[in-house]
C-alpha cells in the first residue's frame, strides 16, 4: 500500500513540472507583441491626399513599409508618418522600431465624392415657418450661404440645412462642403 502511494506522488510531480514547462513556453515562437502607439491607427484619404500619423512611443530610427505601395505610399521623418494615397483600396502600414516593437496603421484609399446632393432642390414655406434639406452626398463640415438674408435664412447642424422664411419673395440658398463642392436650392417665400 505504501509503495502505491509514494507511485502516486511521483506522479502527480511529474504531472505538475509539466504542466508549468507546458505554460512557461506558450509566447516564445510568436511575433512580437504591438507596443508601439499610433495616432490614429485608422486612416482614410482620397488618392493624391495625404493624412499624418503620429509615433508616440518607441526609440528612432523607425522603418516604415506599405503593404500595398499601389494604394498608399508612406515616408517617416522622426516620429511623424505621412501617408499619402495613391489609388482606391486598402493597405496596411506596418512600423518598426530599433528595438523591434512594432505597430500599424490600416489605411483605406478611397475617392473624394464627385459631388454634393441635397434631397430637395427648391424649398417653399410661409413667413416664420422653416424647411429642412439634407445633404446625402458631401463631405463634411457644410456651409449655407442664402443669395439674400433679407429673404430667408439658413443655418447648418451637421448633414441638415434649415432655411427659414423672413419676408415674401425668392432667393437661393448655396451649400458648400469641405471640398468646395456646391448645390443650390431654390427658395420661395409666400
Given at each position: 500500500?505504501?509503495?502505491?502511494?509514494?507511485?502516486?506522488?511521483?506522479?502527480?510531480?511529474?504531472?505538475?513540472?509539466?504542466?508549468?514547462?507546458?505554460?512557461?513556453?506558450?509566447?516564445?515562437?510568436?511575433?512580437?507583441?504591438?507596443?508601439?502607439?499610433?495616432?490614429?491607427?485608422?486612416?482614410?484619404?482620397?488618392?493624391?491626399?495625404?493624412?499624418?500619423?503620429?509615433?508616440?512611443?518607441?526609440?528612432?530610427?523607425?522603418?516604415?513599409?506599405?503593404?500595398?505601395?499601389?494604394v498608399a505610399t508612406v515616408k517617416t521623418k522622426g516620429k511623424t508618418i505621412t501617408i499619402t494615397g495613391v489609388a482606391e483600396g486598402?493597405?496596411?502600414?506596418?512600423?518598426?522600431?530599433?528595438?523591434?516593437?512594432?505597430?500599424?496603421?490600416?489605411?483605406?484609399?478611397?475617392?473624394?465624392?464627385?459631388?454634393?446632393?441635397?434631397?430637395?432642390?427648391?424649398?417653399?414655406?410661409?413667413?416664420?415657418?422653416?424647411?429642412?434639406?439634407?445633404?446625402?452626398?458631401?463631405?463634411?463640415?457644410?456651409?449655407?450661404?442664402?443669395?439674400?438674408?433679407?429673404?430667408?435664412?439658413?443655418?447648418?447642424?451637421?448633414?441638415?440645412?434649415?432655411?427659414?422664411?423672413?419676408?415674401?419673395?425668392?432667393?437661393?440658398?448655396?451649400?458648400?462642403?469641405?471640398?468646395?463642392?456646391?448645390?443650390?436650392?431654390?427658395?420661395?417665400?409666400?
Open positions: 500500500m505504501k509503495k502505491f502511494n509514494i507511485l502516486k506522488v511521483m506522479m502527480m510531480a511529474v504531472i505538475s513540472i509539466s504542466a508549468m514547462t507546458f505554460a512557461s513556453c506558450d509566447n516564445d515562437d510568436d511575433e512580437p507583441v504591438n507596443t508601439l502607439k499610433l495616432n490614429p491607427a485608422k486612416v482614410e484619404i482620397a488618392p493624391k491626399a495625404t493624412a499624418t500619423v503620429t509615433i508616440g512611443s518607441g526609440m528612432a530610427p523607425f522603418t516604415v513599409n506599405s503593404s500595398n505601395t499601389k486598402s493597405a496596411v502600414v506596418k512600423v518598426t522600431d530599433k528595438s523591434k516593437q512594432t505597430g500599424q496603421v490600416i489605411v483605406t484609399v478611397k475617392a473624394a465624392s464627385s459631388s454634393l446632393t441635397v434631397d430637395k432642390k427648391s424649398a417653399e414655406m410661409a413667413v416664420g415657418k422653416t424647411v429642412d434639406v439634407t445633404v446625402s452626398k458631401g463631405t463634411a463640415p457644410y456651409t449655407a450661404t442664402v443669395k439674400d438674408s433679407k429673404v430667408a435664412t439658413a443655418s447648418v447642424k451637421d448633414s441638415k440645412i434649415t432655411i427659414k422664411g423672413v419676408k415674401a419673395g425668392k432667393t437661393t440658398v448655396t451649400v458648400t462642403d469641405k471640398n468646395k463642392k456646391s448645390a443650390t436650392i431654390n427658395v420661395t417665400v409666400k
